[in-house]
């Protein structure tokens, strides 16, 4: 079995050959003994692991990659094969899609308890691993992997190198930042609009004619395989989550009415919030709460976001720019920071900063009277005192 197992590694390592690291690769302690890498389907896992592949193989480091939905998989036990790998010399073993594999929290458990090894894995989502009957989420370093953000976007494209900045300096500095970006040749409003569009998920830039198409298949390959093969939803019921995912898509943030929801949904007002929170950690949704924790957080008045503006375009006919513009400083911002609605502006950044979110001709009314408040404005290639261009806010990560 694991020459087998080898055979298509050697067949998939042709197939990832992108150079260009993600935000996160540099962050990621790779001397854990057991570190999950979950994220969306599409945003770069398993090039990820790959690229992590090739470093260890350069170093001569005996390692093994595993993709779990394997078919030739089904009725293996996983544990006598990587014993096998184990007594091989096996140091490090990579596992693709462990949430497609029946009990993998328990496996991954034993793997962690008996074997001087170390793993990385994936998954779409990181509910399995916290809420682990087998009690994993004390054995495993998490790591969340967001789709491109602006800058990651900009880099890929015109293979540049682009710093990342502290939302405390942009707010102070924003105008020297955009003057120091090495930027010039670019028409910044257009690459934004186009990153908008379809500049979310990296396999755009493989599949760019059938983009669309290609993220509604993905989106449904999550509810329909990943959610359903964690236990969260019936298989007969996923079509009430993409019939959610289209109502919200419909609806104005600012508008949540979860009676009116649920009712176009056609489902009760109490699965209204499981589903929610599902959609939410399988990174479809983004859902920006009151200053409070818990389940309460799906129960109170909130801003119920699709989870990035590519969602957007492919599943609303007309969005309103006013929700396009909310959703991509939601996305970029809630990744690195926390952030909350605002009674006066739209959100608050670290329960200080009150930002508005509007065009370039958006004023300060609703914020005049706030401290540290901003207006994040589109249309605008450089701000001006306390109003900021909006695509500077895709410089986070």
Sequence with gaps: MLQTIRKYQERLKKSFKISYKRYLYRSINFDDKMIAIF??????KTTTLFQYLGELEQRNIKAL???????????????????????????????DEVHRYEEFSSYLKTIYDLFDIKVVFTSSSATSILNAKSDLSRRVTL?????????EYLEFKHKLSLNKFDIKDIFSNHIEIV???PLKNLDMLKEFQEYIEVGYY?????????YYQNLLNTINLTIDLDLTSLGLVEQKYTYKLKKLLEVICESKPFEVNY?????LAEISRVKLYDYLAYLNDGQMLLLIDENISGIKKVQKVAK??????????????????????????????SHVYKLNISKNGDFVVDNRYTVEVGGKNKSFEQIKDMPDSFVAADEMKVGFGSKIPLWLFGFLY
Aim: aromatic letters at 18%; hydrophobic letters at 40%; glycine letters at 10%.
């Design 179 to 181: 003057n120091s970006l």
């Design 304 to 333: 119920i976001y699709l989870n990035n503006t590519n969602l957007l375009f492919a599943y609303c006919q007309n969005s309103e720019i006013g929700t396009v513009r909310e959703t991509f400083f939601a996305n970029q911002v």
């Design 143 to 151: 790591y969340n992997l967001n789709g491109f953000s602006f800058r």
């Design 39 to 44: 994220g969306a389907r599409g945003v770069g």
């Design 65 to 95: 990659y595993i993709s779990l939905d394997y078919p030739f998989l089904s009725g293996v036990d996983l544990i006598e094969l990587i014993e096998e790998f184990v007594n091989e010399g096996g140091e490090y073993l990579l596992l």
């Design 202 to 210: 990296p396999f755009y830039f493989d599949k760019r004619t059938s």
């Design 259 to 263: 009676t009116k929801i649920a009712g």
